[in-house]
T-cell receptor
């Protein structure tokens, strides 16, 4: 079973920030948080990952709470092309490196 | 550079037939994964290769499913005696797995339909 829980769906107005929450209350100390998205009929695309510090790249920002039990992916200026299913995954950097996907959050960016 | 490629993009087969799905990972990536995705669900792990060996095949649903990666690059997922329940999108991903923190790069998938 997935170790994360996410809302099933969210809407966001184009040009506004999209904040996608993820709960991972059972996360272990060495597990990283990864975010991927899947645009219709494509394979999942890597967005960002982090361990405990907040991270930012050209696509998004990742905010991880101090207790690491939850995180938020922020798309600062959502566009219509950001409409996708977003997956939050936790994974340890050892052993089997497989991802266990949940059902993700279906983000719809509205014009 | 070139990403992960998968062939064919679509495969329609009759129940009971044998199929092979191919994955070409990103050059130099030592780790390779197969996932299966049913409609409306997230991808489900099938098997993980590190180099030529299957390091974890715990996700293969039964012994009709088998995968190989003989030279540590291209991988083939093989399904014998296909069933209608095998219909899904089969995704391949590769990773450099640098100290276990490498992100996975996914291919576009092969849509398998068993009639």
């Amino acid at each position: 079973d997935a170790k994360t829980t996410q809302p099933t769906s969210m809407d966001c107005a184009e040009g506004r920030a999209a904040n996608l929450p993820c709960n991972h209350s059972t996360i272990s100390g060495n597990e990283y948080v990864y975010w991927y998205r899947q645009i219709h009929s494509q394979g999942p695309q890597y967005i960002i990952h982090g361990l405990k510090n907040n991270e930012t790249n050209e696509m998004a920002s990742l905010i991880i709470t101090e207790d690491r039990k939850s995180s938020t992916l922020i798309l600062p200026h959502a566009t219509l092309r950001d409409t996708a299913v977003y997956y939050c995954i936790v994974r340890a950097p050892s052993g089997t490196y497989k991802y266990i996907f949940g059902t993700g959050t279906r983000l719809k960016v509205l014009a | 550079g070139a990403g992960v490629s998968q062939t064919p993009s679509n495969k329609v087969t009759e129940k009971g037939k044998y199929v092979e799905l191919r994955c070409d990972p990103i050059s130099g990536h030592t780790a390779l994964y197969w996932y299966r995705q049913s409609l409306g669900q997230g991808p489900e792990f099938l098997i993980y290769f590190q180099g030529t060996g299957a390091a974890d095949d715990s996700g293969l649903p039964n012994d009709r499913f088998f995968a190989v990666r003989p030279e540590g690059s291209v991988s083939t997922l093989k399904i014998q005696r296909t069933e209608r329940g095998d219909s899904a999108v089969y995704l391949c991903a590769s990773s450099a797995e640098l100290a276990g923190r490498g992100e996975q790069y996914f291919g576009p998938g092969t849509r398998l339909t068993v009639t």
